[in-house]
C-alpha cells in the first residue's frame, strides 16, 4: 500500500506540474503581431487613426494584439497590399472603401466611386457601414480573401487639383492628363470628359506633377496637402463629385483565425480609430482654403450641374453587369 500510495503522490506531483508548466506558457505567449499597411502619409489624420486603433486593440486584448503599421506605401501601394492580403504577407490595410473594386470578385465595389451617389460625408459613412454594402464586403470576402469589417474616417469630397485652369465646366478637361485611381470607374468617368488617364500610385504623383508628366488629380484637401500636391498644381476646382470613406481591411484568412471575441475586438478599435481621422479631417478641411491661399492657388466652385450631367450615367453601363440591377436607386434611396 505504501507504494501504491507514493506512486499515486507522485502521478499528482507530475499532473500539478504539467498544468503549471502549462499556465505558465500561456501567461506568457507571444502577441499576435500584425502587419497594417496604408498608402495614406505618416502624421496625417488617417496614420493616426491606424495608431489609434493599435491602442484600443492593445488595450483591449491586454497586450495579446499587436499592429505594426507601415505608410507611405512602406510595404506595397493600394494593389499591392490588397494582393499581400490575399496571399497572406500582409495582414490590415486602411484604404478607400473601393479600391477592392480593382479586383474581379470585388468589383461591385466600382458603385462607391459613382460620381454624386451621396449627399454628402455623413450620408455616405451611414450607407457604407449599413446593410446593402456588407453584402458587397461579404462577396468580396468569399470571392477575393479580402475583407472590409468596419468603414470609418471621413475623406475630403474630391477636387479637380490642376495644372492648367482654372476648371469651370467638363469641356476644360478634354486632353488633359490627369493621374486617376486605377479603378474602372474612375477611368470611364474621367474619359467621358476627354481626360488622358495617367494610373499612378500617390507616391508617384508629386514629381509627376512637377516634371508636367500629368496635369493634375483629383484628391481632396486630405491627401492633397498633406502629399504637397499644391506645391505644385495651382488650380482648385471644387467638384465633390465623390464622397469617400476610409475602410479597414483584413485578410480573410487571418479574420477566420480569430475568435468572435476578437473580431468584435477589432471592430470596436475601428470605429476608435476611423472617428479620430473624421474629428481631424474636419479640422483640416476647415483650414484647408486658407492653406491654399497661402500657396496661391485659385480656388473655384465650378459648375456643379454640368459636371452632374455629364457625368450623371456613368452607373448606366455597370448596373446589372458589374453590380446587380437597382442597387445604385437602393443607395439613393438609404439617403432619404
Known amino acids: 500500500m505504501p507504494t501504491v500510495r507514493r506512486r499515486l503522490a507522485r502521478l499528482a ?5 504539467g498544468v503549471a508548466l502549462v499556465a505558465a506558457s ?10 497594417f499597411g496604408t498608402p495614406f502619409i505618416a ?28 505608410t507611405d506605401s512602406q510595404i506595397g501601394d493600394i494593389l499591392q497590399l490588397i494582393t499581400g492580403m490575399q496571399l497572406g504577407t500582409v495582414d490590415l490595410a486602411y484604404l478607400g472603401v473601393g479600391n477592392a473594386g480593382q479586383i474581379k470578385a470585388c468589383a461591385p465595389l466600382n458603385i462607391a466611386y459613382t460620381p454624386y451617389l451621396f449627399r454628402d460625408k455623413r450620408a455616405a459613412e451611414v ?6 454594402f456588407q453584402q458587397l464586403y461579404d462577396d468580396c470576402a468569399k470571392g477575393a480573401g479580402v475583407r472590409i469589417f468596419q468603414v470609418g474616417g471621413d475623406r475630403s469630397p474630391r477636387a ?32 467621358k470628359v476627354g481626360v488622358k488617364v495617367v494610373p499612378l500610385g500617390l507616391n508617384e504623383v508629386y514629381m509627376a506633377l512637377s516634371r ?64 479620430v481621422a473624421t474629428k481631424l479631417g474636419e479640422e483640416f478641411d476647415a483650414k484647408g482654403l486658407e492653406e491654399l491661399k497661402k500657396a496661391g492657388v485659385q480656388y473655384v466652385v465650378p459648375d456643379r450641374a454640368a459636371f452632374q450631367a455629364a ?19 437602393k443607395i439613393r434611396d438609404a439617403q432619404k
Open 13 to 17: 506531483a507530475t499532473v500539478v506540474a
Open 212 to 275: 508636367g508628366q500629368v496635369d493634375g488629380q483629383d484628391n481632396g484637401f486630405d491627401l492633397t496637402l498633406t502629399f504637397r500636391f499644391h506645391e505644385v498644381s495651382k488650380y482648385w476646382s471644387a467638384t465633390d463629385h465623390v464622397y469617400d470613406v476610409a475602410a479597414f481591411y483584413m485578410s480573410e484568412r487571418r479574420w477566420k483565425t480569430l475568435t468572435p471575441e476578437q473580431q468584435a475586438m477589432f471592430k470596436r478599435a475601428a470605429v476608435a480609430g476611423g472617428q
Open 26 to 35: 500561456t501567461a506568457h505567449a507571444a502577441p499576435l503581431v500584425l502587419r
Open 311 to 329: 457625368w450623371g450615367d456613368v452607373w448606366k453601363s455597370y448596373e446589372g453587369k458589374v453590380w446587380p440591377d437597382g442597387l445604385v436607386q
Open 127 to 132: 450607407v457604407f457601414n449599413g446593410p446593402i
Open 160 to 191: 479637380l487639383v490642376t495644372t492648367k485652369g482654372p476648371i469651370r465646366k467638363p469641356e476644360d478637361l478634354a486632353g488633359m492628363r490627369m493621374r486617376i485611381p486605377p479603378i474602372p470607374i474612375f477611368r470611364e468617368t474621367f474619359e
Open 43 to 70: 502624421g496625417s489624420n488617417l496614420h493616426k487613426a491606424m495608431e489609434k486603433m493599435a491602442e484600443v486593440l492593445a488595450q483591449e486584448s491586454k497586450g495579446e494584439i499587436k499592429l505594426q503599421i507601415y
